[in-house]
């Protein structure tokens, strides 16, 4: 054969080969199955003395919650929550020293594997009332509320369940209210 024209065909014929093999080896970070690493969620509480320590305010019109990522202290990571007061003229009381909801540590933690949309949350003094007080108008004795996260199954955004608690009881028969995310919630 002729090497003029040999020389070209296995250049041709290399090349080919360093394709294929390049196709086939690692090529570099792919796409992780969601259903492999959850996402990690305390249940998160409020302690009555800080939230009534706003909410008592007759200007006091809910609160807005905001996801929070502390430092990491484990190789999972815990969102949580801070907590603005808002007034009858939006206003935010605590803007400079939210409250920072911590988790309950005898709770165990919510596991989530699907798409999550993160945003802000509120709560209307009118649902934080049907939690605390009784049906007579009567602030209950309670210790804290719990926020239990839950994924809203249309458009999959973070809110939370909140039931007052005890020690570790219910109260209030388990009335229970959730949080509605911001958007599309309305505007006091």
């Not at 007052?164 to 958007?183: D, L, S, V």
Request: aromatic share 10%; with cysteine.
């Amino acid at each position: 054969m002729n090497k003029a024209i040999a020389t070209p065909i296995l250049t041709l014929i290399c090349s080919c080969f360093v394709m294929i093999g390049c196709n086939n080896k690692d090529q570099g970070p792919q796409a992780v199955n969601d259903s492999e690493l959850p996402i990690v969620f305390p249940v998160l509480r409020f302690d009555s003395a800080a939230l009534h320590a706003r909410f008592d305010s007759a200007q006091i019109q809910g609160y807005i919650l905001q996801p929070y990522l502390p430092p990491m202290t484990s190789d999972q990571m815990q969102i949580q929550l801070i907590a603005y007061a808002v007034d009858s003229l939006g206003d935010y009381q605590n803007s400079w020293i939210p409250d920072t909801l911590r988790p309950v540590t005898d709770s165990a933690v919510k596991l989530f594997r699907q798409r999550i949309a993160f945003g802000n949350s509120e709560i209307t003094k009118e649902q934080l009332m049907q939690v605390v007080y009784d049906a007579q108008g009567r602030k209950l004795s309670y210790d804290y509320v719990v926020l239990v996260p839950a994924i809203e199954e249309v458009f999959h955004h973070l809110t939370y369940r909140i039931q007052a608690y005890k020690g570790k009881e219910k109260i209030n028969n388990g009335r229970m209210q959730m949080t509605t995310p911001i958007p599309p919630s309305r505007r006091w």
